[in-house]
């Protein structure tokens, strides 16, 4: 873990994480609840994320997600946890609250963390870990979204820029996401559809299982709830 790099795929799921416990404590704040109320949303959200994390490592830890020959295979599973949890996240309170307290443009700019992952996962192409259809190297163009989400969040804030620029924005940034996701599946081992020397293992061991149980979950509820946030009036 000395390793920046490796490092990365730790340090930014744990701070997205922290991210979600502040939104929350914040957004409950804003809508008038007291300091218990506050303290126990961020002590639940808190719980929540970390046995997930948990969870999540210790399942690719065990190797049972590297098991192909099953019907569903796990990792086809977890995939599809992944966006249940992430649409859950997005249509719950917690998501309401988020969407509906949190200014537009802090929800853009955590879609900021995409720009060191891709950094991070074009070395792990170069070292030989991930296939090259995974980076921007290849068919992952993720690393856009990450670049412009600093960008339109600093234009929202400094009101050069609104509503319009973020709706065209975050559905640039869902089709990004949707295709690594849709690349990152005929990868596996089941499909293998760029090759059998391309093949995508490598998020199913620790702590690269991460990258789909925490980032790619963050970015698909983050997405969601922009839109939502898009949709309702303000309060701030």
Known sequence: MSDPVLLAF?????????????????????????????RRVGVLTLVASAAWMTVTWAVAESGILTDWQRTPPPFAVLVLAIFALGFGLAFSRLGTRLATFLP???????????????VAMHEMYERGVMPVQMSYAGRNFDIVTGL????????????????????????????????????????????????????????????????????????????VIIFRALAKPRVL
């Open 104 to 118: 537009l443009w802090l929800l853009v700019a955590v879609q900021g963390f995409r720009l060191p992952l891709e």
């Open 10 to 38: 730790v340090g930014i799921p744990i701070l997205l994480a922290g991210a979600l416990v502040w939104g929350a404590m914040v957004s409950w704040r804003r809508a008038g609840a007291d300091a218990s109320a506050v």
């Open 148 to 223: 412009t989400a600093i960008a339109v969040a600093w234009l929202v804030w400094s009101g050069r820029a609104g509503h319009r620029l973020v709706l065209a924005w975050n559905v640039v940034g869902s089709l990004l996401l949707v295709n690594v996701v849709t690349v990152a599946i005929l990868g596996t081992p089941r499909f293998q559809y760029f090759g059998p020397d391309h093949v995508n293992v490598w998020v199913m061991q620790p702590p690269f299982v991460w990258l789909p149980a925490v980032m790619v979950l963050a970015a698909l509820a983050g997405h």
